[in-house]
């Protein structure tokens, strides 16, 4: 059975500062992994998805990477910014299911301070 | 294009109730998945449907049912409410054609208290 973890499950840093949030999962049959923000009593807004055959991607300020073979992905919070303070939450699509069903993590509760 | 619509955002029931929660997608997604998230359990898969079909269902009683339209719109429903169902209910989407590799998208949820 995949399990998510998520490390570590809170995090305040100051502005400004480049960070780095950790997702581990253990079984390496993936489709791909989704990196996901959730603020406080809304909904999931993806950031960045990741295939199983890619090692990174990129958008703006966030550089995900994943290395399947170790299960395990990193979210890159470049310069963060205090509306960066939100959940982050990593979910994976295993293999061993079909179609939309996904594994999450228990979240990275990220806190900027001005 | 509009994101993915679930309404009513809050309600509020009481034990032995019954629910309905409704889900529109993203114009021209045909998948529909259902996530309850608590505090306790976190982000815990309920069930899948695609062209009016559950195509995966997730490790819950059969008080949590649900059902798709022609149109793709979805609902869910639980009857006979338990505190424990005090939840945010997540609908999410993904496009045709990449319902196993593509990106999701999620709706805001509807907050369901049950007292």
């Known amino acids: 059975k995949q399990e998510v973890t998520q490390i570590p499950a809170a995090l305040s840093v100051p502005e400004g500062e480049n960070l780095v949030l950790n997702c581990s999962f253990t079984?390496?049959?993936?489709?791909?992994l989704q990196w996901f923000r959730q603020d406080p009593g809304k909904g999931l807004t993806s950031l960045l998805l990741?295939?199983?055959?890619?090692r990174e991607q990129t958008s703006g300020r966030l550089n995900a990477s994943l290395d399947k073979s170790s299960g395990r992905s990193t979210l890159y919070i470049a310069a963060s910014q205090p509306g960066d303070s939100a959940t982050y939450l990593c979910?994976?699509?295993?293999?061993?299911?079909?179609?939309?069903?996904?594994?999450f993590g228990e979240g990275t509760q990220l806190t900027v301070n001005p | 294009k509009a994101g993915v619509t679930q309404t009513p955002r809050y309600l509020i029931k009481t034990r032995g109730q019954q629910v309905t929660l409704s889900c529109s997608p993203i114009?021209?997604?045909?998948?529909v998945s259902w996530y309850q998230q608590t505090p306790g359990q976190g982000l815990q898969f309920l069930f899948e449907?695609?062209?009016?079909?559950?195509?995966n269902k997730g490790n819950f009683p059969g008080r949590f049912s649900g059902r798709q339209f022609s149109n793709s719109r979805s609902e869910m429903n639980v009857s006979t409410l338990e505190l424990g169902d005090s939840a945010l209910y997540l609908c999410?989407?993904?496009?045709?054609?990449?319902?196993?590799?593509?990106?999701?998208?999620f709706g805001e949820g509807s907050r369901l208290t049950v007292l």
């Open positions: 979910a994976v699509r295993p293999r061993e299911t079909s179609g939309s069903r996904l594994t």
């Open positions: 990741i295939q199983s055959s890619q």
């Open positions: 449907y695609f062209s009016e079909t559950q195509r």
């Open positions: 114009s021209g997604h045909r998948s």
């Open positions: 079984d390496s049959a993936i489709y791909n």
């Open positions: 999410a989407s993904s496009q045709p054609g990449l319902e196993y590799t593509g990106e999701l998208f």
